[in-house]
């Protein structure tokens, strides 16, 4: 075991996060031993169960970090049209689905049924909905109506994504293709989300 280095509480727990995902990313979650997770960190066992009791408490923190970092890249900007916005912020996404493959089956397969780990999940695409329905300016009746579009886009994206990291039986530009045209005809009938056409000038 290597030299335990002095940390504050913050920046031991960070250590130990950063260290998780890296395992976590690198192996598939039945293969990682929290005994390899404080090796790692150059702590004791009894350290690292201070801060995470169990494996799943550790990987139930490092995906909400994840999450947060996800939801922190991919601010919507309100210059851009809405299918621009959401299509930069699907490829944040896929990125880091193929960095971290292993942590992103684990969420969705291994630790399907996890009650915390489900909640992260649902918590990040509540946040994606909301943001997409303010881009698009939508209120009242439009607005209700396409949030629960959005509900079920974002979940076909999700297992879309699982699908792809699986199998690889098609290319990441054909996830990303269907992911937007599921999109575009899901709000299709509740929003344009096509930048309006250019106003040619008038005659002097």
Request: charged share 25%; aromatic share 6%.
């Amino acid at each position: 075991m290597t030299a335990r280095r002095r940390l504050d509480p913050a920046e031991r727990r960070g250590q130990l996060l950063d260290v998780g995902a890296r395992l976590f990313a690198d192996r598939p979650y039945d293969e990682v031993r929290m005994e390899h997770v404080a090796e790692r960190a150059g702590v004791s066992r009894a350290l690292l169960y201070k801060y995470f009791p169990a494996k799943r408490d550790l990987f139930a923190a490092v995906y909400r970090q994840a999450a947060d970092q996800l939801l922190a890249q991919t601010r919507l900007d309100p210059a851009l049209p809405v299918l621009d916005q959401v299509s930069a912020g699907l490829d944040a996404h896929i990125d880091y689905f193929l960095a971290n493959r292993n942590t992103v089956l684990a969420a969705n397969r291994t630790l399907a049924g996890d009650p915390v780990i489900q909640a992260v999940i649902t918590d990040e695409l509540a946040a994606l909905r909301e943001r997409i329905v303010d881009a698009a300016g939508l209120t009242e009746h439009a607005r209700a109506l396409a949030s629960a579009a959005l509900a079920g886009w974002l979940v076909s994206v999700r297992v879309l994504c699982t699908e792809w990291l699986t199998s690889r039986a098609f290319s990441r530009t054909e996830l990303r293709d269907v992911c937007l045209g599921a999109l575009t005809g899901a709000l299709s009938a509740v929003a344009d989300l096509d930048p309006p056409p250019a106003t040619a000038p008038s005659p002097p």
